[in-house]
């Protein structure tokens, strides 16, 4: 089994507003940088949106150490939050419904082909390569011609 390295974030300009994601891919040698955007989201779908399109570009079955910035993201996972939400019906310790059910699915699905050990890093302290990835979202988050829509957020 492969062991790759991923680091990922999103941005929104508002919140909601125009978003995108970044993300790193380290296998090796290799390096892949990967990014997108909307003309309307929230910062969270795109903090999501990064590790799902990364996970995705994976191929086969991998090892995967990610890296966020996102404690929505690394404590829904590392403190189980993901599998109570699924337990109970995608809702939440307080009886709402989970927010970015859409995208919690999806990555849900995707960490069941990967073995994905998720860790939190802080953000904007002089990471790297979570620098990186914040100038890839924050760029895609900055165009001015963006159209691509958010089909589930803005429920168009």
């Known amino acids: 089994m492969k062991n790759i390295i991923i680091?990922?974030?999103?941005?929104?300009k508002g919140n909601p507003g125009p978003g995108g994601y970044?993300?790193?891919l380290m296998y090796e040698k290799y390096r892949k940088e990967i990014s997108g955007g909307?003309?309307?989201?929230?910062?969270?779908?795109m903090e999501l949106l990064g590790c799902i399109k990364a996970l995705g570009h994976l191929k086969y079955s991998?090892?995967?150490?990610?890296?966020?910035?996102?404690?929505?993201?690394?404590?829904?996972?590392?403190?189980?939050?993901?599998n109570s939400w699924k337990k109970n019906n995608w809702i939440t310790s307080k009886k709402?419904?989970?927010k970015n059910k859409d995208l919690w699915t999806e990555l849900d699905s995707l960490l069941?082909?990967?073995?994905?050990?998720?860790?939190?890093?802080?953000?904007h302290a002089?990471?790297?390569e979570n620098?990186?990835?914040?100038?890839?979202?924050?760029?895609?988050?900055?165009?001015?011609?963006?159209?691509k829509i958010d089909l589930e957020y803005e429920k168009i």
């Open 7 to 12: 680091y990922t974030d999103g941005a929104c």
């Open 22 to 24: 970044g993300a790193v």
């Open 38 to 45: 909307f003309r309307k989201t929230t910062n969270n779908r």
């Open 62 to 82: 991998c090892s995967v150490e990610l890296f966020t910035d996102s404690k929505y993201i690394a404590n829904a996972i590392n403190k189980k939050w993901l």
């Open 96 to 98: 709402e419904p989970v």
């Open 112 to 123: 069941s082909i990967h073995n994905v050990n998720f860790n939190w890093v802080k953000g």
């Open 126 to 128: 002089d990471n790297k």
């Open 131 to 147: 620098e990186r990835c914040d100038v890839l979202a924050s760029n895609e988050a900055d165009k001015k011609n963006n159209t």
